[in-house]
């Protein structure tokens, strides 16, 4: 494959920046909704 | 009680209010033309050549004058916040769009004034030439540019009035929204000043972009100043 | 008093089955887009940094339209719902990351296609200011004052955004129309996309779209509960104040 460093570059940081992303927000969300009662939760 | 004012005379008292209290205090004339004066020199130090400052001295003078409305505008609205003027004038039932409309002209005049003295530093300091078939090009430019300079600085500046952090945000938030003023601004003066090999006439679609441009923000400022400078 | 419950999942049935959507599609365009599709004929395997770059812009300007729509909604809706209002920071704030990776997936692109990280093509530029407009967006947002104010100037914000990105587009469209050197980007029209191609192409806009979705969903939720925190914080605060004078009494 040419430009084998240009490819992986894109790829690999557009999906870690994702998961990055990703785990931040269920982390945060998690955190939070421990501390934050169900009734403030419309979803639950 | 308080007695409904047109929005003509709320803008014109308004106006009248920032432009003597600039002639007391003169802090635009003293500093900001100064400052951008030394900007114009500091131009010609960076550049370091006749051709090139002849050839972009329009864009210089825009850029002088896009640095210095930061500063015009942060003291047009530290004026009203130190004391809580615009509070004062919100609570006293001045419709918004008058404060707003006051406000942007009171800029204008200014501005106008400090890109006059700016485009004289040009044909002084980088040589350029202005023809007179170049000067109603170059007059109609300066006013609709300044319009919509005039207008989205005061809206961002109440937005960012009294804010944390407003001396760094105001450019954050301006600088994108008149990069179009920039471009059709600095085309229209390299027209009228023949720079590059450009006719005159090249500039007159130029124009019509900055005009819309003013035109779409006097009316945005016209109907969202109220609620960007509500509390 | 009721009982207060304290449920730690953020999840619902409906972002579980998002986010499998968009686990699913992702496997798909790293497989299809590196491995399965074919080179191009003038691109040879450059063209492989279509399938994430695509995707991610039209991400990036999705959630855009997103914001202002949700901005528009606050504004106009007459219960001024703070849901939309988080919709749209949420929005946002995804929007800003897609944007920043367009840019980057779109220079290295660039320095192969055309051998330049950049050019002043009315697109780059646009998305670029784009980019700095939101990232203004954003720290309007962070202003403080109540929900309401900021719920009020960030819509406000985002709708003059509107108006600004078609102003900037049009002028730098002048702008590099009235110059001689034509867009770099001319001929980047002439990829000729067979099934394989096409489809991984589709399944990465899917994807990318649930991915968008799913973030927009768990922060909104998170921002949410930040709300609630905050309210709550203030209620037990003046609570204090007032057990505090009550005693003084």
Not at chain 2, 34 to 39: C, D, E, M
Not at chain 2, 75 to 81: E, G, K, M, Y
Not at chain 2, 202 to 226: N, Q, T
Not at chain 3, 24 to 48: H, I, N
């Amino acid at each position: 494959m040419d430009h084998l460093g240009f490819i992986a570059a894109v790829y690999g940081s557009t999906f870690v920046v994702i998961v990055a992303l990703v785990v931040r927000t269920v982390a945060q969300g998690r955190a939070l909704a421990s501390k934050v009662a169900d009734k403030d939760k419309p979803w639950t | 009680m308080s007695t409904q004012l047109s929005l003509g005379r709320v803008a014109r008292a308004v106006a009248a209010k920032d432009l003597r209290i600039e002639m007391r205090s003169r802090v635009v004339i003293n500093q900001v033309f100064p400052f951008a004066g030394l900007v114009m020199v500091m131009f010609a130090f960076a550049l370091d050549n006749d051709d090139v400052l002849t050839r972009v001295a329009g864009g210089l003078v825009w850029l002088a004058t896009l640095f210095s409305l930061i500063i015009i505008i942060q003291r047009s609205f530290a004026v009203d916040t130190a004391d809580g003027a615009l509070e004062a004038q919100r609570v006293a039932g001045l419709d918004p769009a008058g404060i707003f409309i006051g406000k942007a002209l009171a800029v204008m005049m200014q501005l106008v004034t400090l890109e006059v003295v700016l485009f004289l530093a040009a044909i002084v300091l980088y040589r350029v030439q202005l023809q007179s078939d170049g000067v109603v090009l170059l007059v109609t430019c300066v006013i609709s540019a300044t319009a919509g300079l005039s207008f989205v600085g005061t809206l961002y500046g109440g937005l960012t009035a009294g804010a944390r952090g407003r001396e760094t945000l105001l450019p954050l938030l301006m600088l994108p929204v008149v990069a179009p003023v920039l471009i059709g601004a600095t085309r229209a003066t390299e027209s009228a000043f023949m720079s590059g090999g450009a006719a005159v006439s090249d500039g007159w679609p130029w124009v019509g972009v900055l005009v819309v441009f003013a035109a779409v923000f006097g009316l945005g400022g016209i109907l969202s100043f109220g609620s960007l400078i509500e509390e | 008093m009721n009982v207060q419950t304290f449920n730690a999942r953020v999840a619902t049935p409906t972002t579980r089955l998002v986010g499998a959507m968009a686990i699913a599609s992702m496997a798909w365009v790293v497989l299809g887009g590196l491995f399965v599709t074919p080179k191009d004929v003038d691109q040879g395997d450059a063209v492989r940094i279509m399938y994430v770059h695509v995707p991610t812009a039209w991400v990036a300007y999705l959630a855009f339209i997103v914001t202002a729509v949700a901005s528009a909604c606050w504004l106009l809706s007459r219960k001024h719902s703070m849901g939309f209002d988080r919709v749209a920071g949420a929005s946002a704030e995804v929007g800003v990351i897609f944007m920043a990776m367009t840019l980057l997936s779109g220079s290295l692109w660039g320095r192969i296609t055309w051998g330049a990280f950049w050019a002043w093509d009315p697109r780059l530029t646009t998305t670029a200011f784009l980019l700095v407009t939101y990232i203004g967006y954003l720290a309007v947002r962070g202003l403080g004052g109540s929900l309401e104010q900021r719920a009020r100037r960030s819509a406000v914000i985002a709708l003059l955004a509107v108006l600004e990105i078609p102003l900037v587009h049009f002028s730098v469209l002048l702008w590099r129309s009235l110059h001689q050197n034509a867009s770099v980007l001319s001929g980047d029209g002439d990829i000729k996309m067979d099934g394989s191609m096409l489809t991984t192409l589709l399944v990465g806009v899917i994807g990318f779209t649930c991915t968008f979705a799913w973030l927009v969903m768990h922060r909104q939720r998170v921002l949410a509960m930040q709300d609630a925190m905050e309210m709550t914080q203030l209620d037990a605060a003046l609570r204090e104040r007032a057990n505090e004078s009550s005693r003084l009494k």
